[in-house]
């Protein structure tokens, strides 16, 4: 299993920019799609954009053309960049990698989950 660990999470307030991080312990990170997941108190895990090894990306429509998801391979990091943030943001962002089924969660690895608040 790839290890993964996030940071970057914080309170900002409604438009303001934030930049995640997750870090990957493993060898394998050059040929895993790494990708992040959000959760709120009631709701399930959703997808919310993720990066092959080759730097193909793929978002959900609620924060297209507001996210940027990047790799740095060498580095063994990706990185989601979130701007225009709005209050229904706020959530527990994971990363997470060797998905089968992106849209259900369906994942074998998953950081310990970061805090995103956006204030109105």
């Known amino acids: 299993q790839v290890q993964l660990v996030e940071s970057g999470g914080g309170l900002v307030q409604t438009g303001d920019s934030l930049r995640l991080s997750c870090a990957a312990s493993?060898?394998?990170?050059?040929?895993?799609?790494i990708g992040w997941f959000r959760q709120v108190p009631g709701k399930e895990r959703e997808f919310v954009a993720r990066?092959?090894?080759?730097?193909?990306?793929n978002y959900a429509d609620s924060v297209k053309g507001r996210f940027t998801i990047s790799r740095d391979n060498a580095k063994n990091t990706v990185s989601l960049q979130m701007s225009s943030l709005r209050p229904e943001d706020t959530a527990v962002y994971f990363c997470?990698?060797?998905?089968?089924?992106?849209?259900?969660?369906?994942?074998?690895?998953w950081g310990q989950g970061t805090q995103v608040t956006v204030s109105s």
């Open positions: 997470a990698a060797t998905c089968t089924n992106w849209n259900t969660s369906r994942c074998n690895s």
């Open positions: 493993t060898r394998t990170f050059r040929t895993t799609t």
């Open positions: 990066a092959d090894w080759m730097g193909g990306t």
